[in-house]
């Protein structure tokens, strides 16, 4: 019988995104691949960063940022002759390509400009002690991620009880983020601690990260997950099985409003139907305070393939026929119950509580 602990490890202390040891390359799961196979791809081009992004090989809010932050001391490192004004200068055209990949997740932003801001607030050093310096950076991302990680999954699991039920859209576990996740971390601390949760796991149409991620995730974990189409939450919710939702957040409004996988605001609607209580859980990084309501998120539209053919042995669409395909919708912050970060619970109104969690930073 393998010991509970270790088998919750074997999936929260995956390198899903990491710098190889020579810095030449970052390495990634590639997530198109799961579950059927991990697959480890080591990128050091921008376009293949870039195609990384936008193609989801990696994906979830804070792994984009992380991934980010290594992919752009990567490519630094190639120019480490130049000085510095051109050094500058080719840092921040890569800087905004990279940034264009995706447009929804404010983590892909805020990592690049924590990294440009290295560059700019150290103009005076020489071009090789600001690569050490970005490559610091890139590693402190990752770093903070993982202990901000530990605290949402704690705050979370003051949520809930053992043996609750609990519905979950899209992915924000360990391959979103790192170690234990954000809305997924409450159960796999739970788990490691011998409580034991019931998860529905949204398939999340139309890439699939619920089935492919959550469920391959929460299941290796030895958490209790049952996979449903995401037209199935309403019955689940209405069986009386759920006590409570976990979702992510890819950009969070002043305002609380917040954009996540598409299907996450249905969701919340019927979450608020049923009176289950409906919480996001992310990382003070996802908070966009120059945001102030959902309505001024850009919201990432997608290929119509995804929709007609992706997935199956012959398109399930005629050509000619529209799709409307966006990545993410904004669910509004009066469906929210509370919004977990790493400093602690925010509650309604989140105008106020949100801001107090900057409070002395500005
Ligand atoms: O398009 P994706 O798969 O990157 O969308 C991801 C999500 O919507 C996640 O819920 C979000 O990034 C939070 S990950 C901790």
């Known amino acids: 019988m393998p010991d509970r602990v270790d088998t919750v490890r074997k999936v929260t202390h995956i390198d899903n995104v990491r710098l190889s040891d020579d810095g030449e390359s970052v390495i990634i799961i590639d997530q198109t691949q799961l579950p059927n196979r991990v697959v480890y791809l080591p990128l050091s081009g921008l376009d293949e960063c870039c195609e990384a992004i936008a193609a989801l090989k990696v994906r979830g809010a804070p792994a984009i940022g992380i991934f980010a932050g290594y992919a752009i001391y990567v490519l630094s490192r190639r120019n480490a002759s130049l000085p510095y004004g051109k050094f500058a ?36 050093l020489p071009v090789s002690e600001i690569l050490d310096l970005l490559k610091k ?80 995730e929460l299941q290796k974990a030895g958490v209790d997950v049952t996979l449903i189409c995401d037209n199935m939450a309403s019955i689940v919710m209405k069986n009386g099985w759920v006590n409570a939702c976990f979702v992510g957040c890819d950009r969070i409004a002043a305002n609380g409003d917040f954009a996540n996988k598409i299907g996450t605001s249905g969701v919340a609607i019927l979450a608020k139907y049923y009176g289950i209580p409906f919480y996001t859980l992310g990382p003070t990084s996802t908070i966009d305070r120059s945001c102030p309501t959902g309505a001024q998120i850009n919201i990432e539209l997608r290929a119509p393939e995804e929709i007609k053919e992706k997935f199956y042995r012959e398109p399930m669409a005629l050509p000619e026929v529209n799709c409307y395909n966006p990545a993410f919708d904004v669910t509004d912050h009066t469906l929210v119950a509370g919004i977990v970060t790493e400093k602690g619970i925010c509650r309604p109104p989140y105008t106020e509580s949100l801001k107090k969690l900057f409070s002395g930073q500005d």
């Open 137 to 216: 950076e890139c590693l402190s991302i990752h770093r903070e991620d993982i202990a901000m990680c530990m605290k949402i999954s704690e705050y979370g699991l003051s949520l809930l009880r053992d043996g609750d039920g609990i519905l979950t859209h899209c992915n924000a576990g360990p391959l979103a983020t790192s170690r234990y996740g954000t809305a997924l971390g409450p159960m796999l601390l739970g788990r490691e601690r011998g409580m034991q949760f019931h998860v529905f796991a949204d398939e999340t149409r139309p890439l699939l990260q619920g089935a492919r991620l959550t469920s391959f």
């Open 89 to 124: 200068a080719r840092f921040h055209e890569q800087k905004e390509t990279l940034n264009a990949a995706r447009p929804t997740a404010v983590n892909l932003s805020w990592a690049l400009r924590r990294m440009e801001n290295v560059v700019t607030a150290n103009a005076d």
